[in-house]
């Protein structure tokens, strides 16, 4: 069976696997690589293409929750955001009453993990799994327009940098579609 190894964001055919062959390492399961001339990857891999904060300004190695500024501004978001969802006919609903501080801290340590942040969410709820969590709930093409609103408004209050508001709200954006499961 021919497998591609992904390697330095390249694919790298020749690699097989063997039923029952032998690895210096392993046992007969182990992977066997075929040669192909191309060296491993360092344990670090640089990228190739490098973010600059400037023309000629170091290198941008943070994440981009630690560029956006952390827990602070995650929650300054969250917060901006279920303050509009609280009073909205559609959506308010969808969360019980005594349970706010709880939609806050599940939306904030979802987003921080996924931009790079603590992995928080996973550790105390394991994955995501957004589309079954997210069943219970009607989320109706209504619903998702009335939560981008919403999440766009509290983007706006927080004035995240252009290039990571872009990328936020392209996020948001096929997530909130990806969420939608009626159709009424």
Known sequence: MNETR??????EAGAHRFP??????????APRQAHTGIQAPAANPQPRLTLRSGERGDAVTDTVWAQLGGTETFERLVRAFYRRVREDEVLASM???????GAIWRLRTFFEQYWGGPTTYSEQRGHPR???RHAPFPVTPEAKEHWLAHMHAALDEVELPPMHDAA????IERAALAMVNRFE
């Open 6 to 11: 992904r390697q330095g964001g390249q694919h």
């Open 20 to 29: 029952g062959a032998a690895h210096p390492g392993g046992g007969p399961s």
């Open 95 to 101: 969360y019980p009453e005594a349970d706010w501080e």
């Open 130 to 132: 957004l589309r079954m």
């Open 168 to 171: 936020f709200r392209d996020y």
